[in-house]
């Protein structure tokens, strides 16, 4: 079965941190950018951060820049996003999705709402004190 399955969500108090995983089944992540999305209360989904399968560039939102960190393992076939400084604002359901790489860089399909080849099932992070 091909799929994207996330894990580490979870309950956090502003200023902690957590570790969302992305594992890859039925199919190699090594030749997809890993993108993460977030459905957060009263919002539209929005793209998070990318990284591409070709150099390992990444992307991040101006929301999250200098607090989450995306990363790739493709021995392991799962992308990551570490999250830090959570606040209240993060919280929201997660998603990592998996575009067969293009020829533009993963930041240009990330923000023109491009159809992802792959979606996970989502993970629900909620920053609260």
């Known amino acids: 079965q091909l799929q994207l399955v996330e894990s580490g969500g979870g309950l956090v108090q502003p200023g902690g941190s957590l570790r969302l995983s992305c594992a890859a089944s039925?199919?190699?992540?090594?030749?997809?950018?890993i993108a993460w999305f977030r459905q957060t209360p009263g919002k539209e989904r929005e793209g998070v951060s990318c990284?591409?399968?070709?150099?390992?560039?990444?992307y991040y939102d101006d929301s999250v820049k200098g607090r989450f960190t995306i990363s790739r393992d493709n021995a392991k076939n799962t992308g990551y996003l570490q999250m830090n400084s959570l606040e209240p604002e993060d919280t929201g359901v997660y998603y990592c999705?998996?575009?067969?790489?293009?020829?533009?860089?993963?930041?240009?399909?990330?923000?023109?709402?491009?159809?992802?080849?792959?979606w996970g099932q989502g993970t629900q992070v909620t920053v609260s004190s």
């Open positions: 990284i591409s399968s070709t150099d390992g560039r990444t």
């Open positions: 999705a998996a575009l067969l790489a293009r020829l533009a860089g993963c930041s240009y399909y990330l923000r023109s709402n491009a159809e992802y080849d792959y």
């Open positions: 039925g199919f190699t992540l090594d030749y997809y950018d």
